[in-house]
Antibody, heavy 121, light 109 residues
């Protein structure tokens, strides 16, 4: 059974940092690109970042570029999101998501339960 | 960047048909995916590549895509279908390639 379990969320002050983790199991993690998607309270889904299967290629939404870094450890089956210079508008539930297949336009067929990040003083 | 527009809400009586639209410039040339999200839960993929269903998704969920509008159709609506629904595409020409629609709240009367 495919499982994605996020952790690392919490309350952080503006300007602070946080690292999210997503532990994957039930599939060959090293074969799949992985993504982070976030959802502000009461708002819609917004794509944040993606990383290719071996970690050599990444991309980011403009809103987080230069502040967030996606990475992965295929030996530990874990995806990460390092978030620096956090702002109030980064407050959201952060989901890791796995695409259904190995092509760019592939939809996300597995999602974690999400971890809440609150940026507030 | 590419924009996907959905109606904020759709109301439907049990047993009837709900249609949720997703508007975008020439969206018919893209593959559209649809997600269902219930309160406090992660999204669930219900239709992908315009009209395919993942295993375990009832045949009551179907999709179509043409011109500037994609549509998710839920036939024989049940109380358990009450949720938010989001369309999503991959826009190869954008720096922000994975685009979600604004979301539609489906209310079962």
């Amino acid at each position: 059974e495919v499982q994605l379990v996020e952790s690392g969320g919490g309350l952080v002050q503006p300007g602070g940092s946080l690292r999210l983790s997503c532990a994957a199991s039930g599939f060959t993690f090293s074969s799949y690109w992985m993504h982070w998607v976030r959802q502000a309270p009461g708002k819609g889904l917004v794509w944040v970042s993606r990383i290719n299967s071996d970690g050599s290629s990444t991309s980011y939404a403009d809103s987080v570029k230069g502040r967030f870094t996606i990475s992965r450890d295929n030996a530990k089956n874990t995806l990460y999101l390092q978030m620096n210079s956090l702002r109030a508008e980064d407050t959201a539930v952060y989901y890791c998501a796995r695409p259904i297949d190995y092509y760019d336009s592939s939809p996300f067929d597995y999602w974690g339960q999400g971890t809440l990040v609150t940026v507030s003083s | 960047s590419y924009v996907l527009t959905q109606p904020p809400s759709v109301s439907v009586a049990p047993g009837q048909t709900a249609r949720i639209t997703c508007g975008g410039n020439n969206i018919g040339s893209k593959s559209v995916h649809w997600y269902q999200q219930k309160p406090g839960q992660a999204p669930v993929l219900v239709v992908y590549d315009d009209s395919d269903r993942p295993s375990g998704i009832p045949e009551r969920f179907s999709g179509s895509n043409s011109g500037n509008t994609a549509t998710l159709t839920i036939s024989r609506v049940e109380a358990g279908d009450e949720a938010d629904y989001y369309c999503q595409v991959w826009d190869s020409s954008s720096d922000h390639p994975y685009v979600f629609g604004t979301g539609t709240k489906v209310t079962v009367l």
